[in-house]
């Protein structure tokens, strides 16, 4: 399986950005999928998370009512739409899947993206 991740680059504080993860492999529609993100010198940290179907999402706090996490069964992609971006969510992206749903939130899923570079300046 790989997650290839992209979307990310350099925006100003306020700006948008959508994050694109594509599955492929031996990948399965019944996974679950997360976003997470590390900065320079903090612990990595789940950003959103979705079931197989979209029914039950989850966010972190600090990106409520900002980010969204969506999904493509069909092009077996995620998306994570990035709004009213703060410098503080400067950190590399990584996507993520496990075929529980459980797995991503605890940050134990087993396959892993390469990250992806959002740098948002003030």
């Known amino acids: 399986v790989q997650l290839q991740a992209s979307g990310g680059g350099l925006v100003q504080a306020g700006g948008s950005l959508r994050l694109s993860c594509a599955a492929s492999?031996?990948?399965?529609?019944?996974?679950?999928y997360g976003w997470f993100r590390q900065a320079p010198g903090k612990e990595r940290e789940i950003v959103a998370a979705v079931d197989w179907n979209g029914s039950r999402q989850l966010y972190a706090d600090s990106v409520k009512g900002r980010f969204t996490i969506s999904r493509d069964n069909g092009k077996r992609t995620v998306y994570l739409q990035m709004n009213s971006l703060q410098p503080e969510d400067t950190a590399v992206y990584y996507c993520?899947?496990?075929?529980?749903?459980?797995?991503?939130?605890?940050?134990?899923?087993?396959?892993w993206g390469q990250g992806t570079q959002v740098t948002v300046s003030s």
């Open positions: 993520a899947a496990d075929g529980y749903y459980r797995a991503v939130l605890v940050g134990t899923p087993n396959s």
């Open positions: 492999g031996r990948t399965s529609i019944l996974w679950s």
